[in-house]
Structures are given as C-alpha cells and as structure tokens.
Nanobody, 131 residues
Framework: QFQLVESGGGLVQPGGSLRLSCVIS????????AGWFRQAPGKEREGLSC????????YYADSVKGRFTISRDNAKNTLYLQMNSLKVDDTAVYYC????????????????????????WGQGTQVTVSS
C-alpha cells in the first residue's frame, strides 16, 4: 500500500497565500500523473488541478485557474500546490492523489481522479481562509 502525506495547510486571511506539499511513498512516483482535490463539509469532493507525470503540462479547474499553481519534484517524490489570492470559499480539507485526468466539460476544465490505482486518499491538510 502506498502512502500520501499532505502538509502545509493552516489559517490565512483572504488574499493570502499558502503552499501545500504531498509526499508519496511506496510507489514509483513518476509513472503517474498527480493532482489536488478538496472537500468542504456538506460539499462533494472537487478536483482542482492535475499535472502530467513528467511535469510538462498542468490543468486547472475554473475555480482556481490563475490563482493556484501545481508542480512536482520527481526526485523528491513530492507534489506541490501554490495557492495565492485565497478566498473564504477555498476553505476545505485538501488532498493529493496519484493518477488524474483533465477533461473538457461544457467548455470548462474538469479534474477527475484516475482509475489505474484503487481509491486511495491521505489524511488531507486543513486550509482555513478567514478574517
């Protein structure tokens, strides 16, 4: 069983920034695309971003495009999410995932988990945006 360990969350004011990290172990990291998802109480899990295995291409949901940047360091088996211009609506638990995809849905980009690996999530990291 591989492991996903998210970190970097915290409390930040609207307009502020946070950088999340996800360390992956027990699997060959650069075989897979990787992405970020979030879930707030009472809401469905939302796909935010997906990056290809090499890091050559990245895709974003409309809700975060222009504000969030995904990146990866394959030598460190680590995935990152730089979050800028944070909004109160960004408050959620943030999760990373291996194997993801980006699809066009109604002219918008939709980020989805993949199916090559079983449903597997870490503990997540809490991001709270509040004054």
């Amino acid at each position: 069983q591989f492991q996903l360990v998210e970190s970097g969350g915290g409390l930040v004011q609207p307009g502020g920034s946070l950088r999340l990290s996800c360390v992956i172990s027990g699997v060959t990291f650069d075989y897979y695309s990787a992405g970020w998802f979030r879930q707030a109480p009472g809401k469905e899990r939302e796909g935010l971003s997906c990056i290809t295995s090499s890091g050559d291409s990245a895709y974003y949901a409309d809700s975060v495009k222009g504000r969030f940047t995904i990146s990866r360091d394959n030598a460190k088996n680590t995935l990152y999410l730089q979050m800028n211009s944070l909004k109160v609506d960004d408050t959620a638990v943030y999760y990373c995932a291996l194997d993801c995809g980006a699809e066009s849905q109604g002219g918008n980009t939709r980020i989805l988990p993949g199916h090559r690996l079983g449903d597997h999530w870490g503990q997540g990291t809490q991001v709270t945006v509040s004054s």
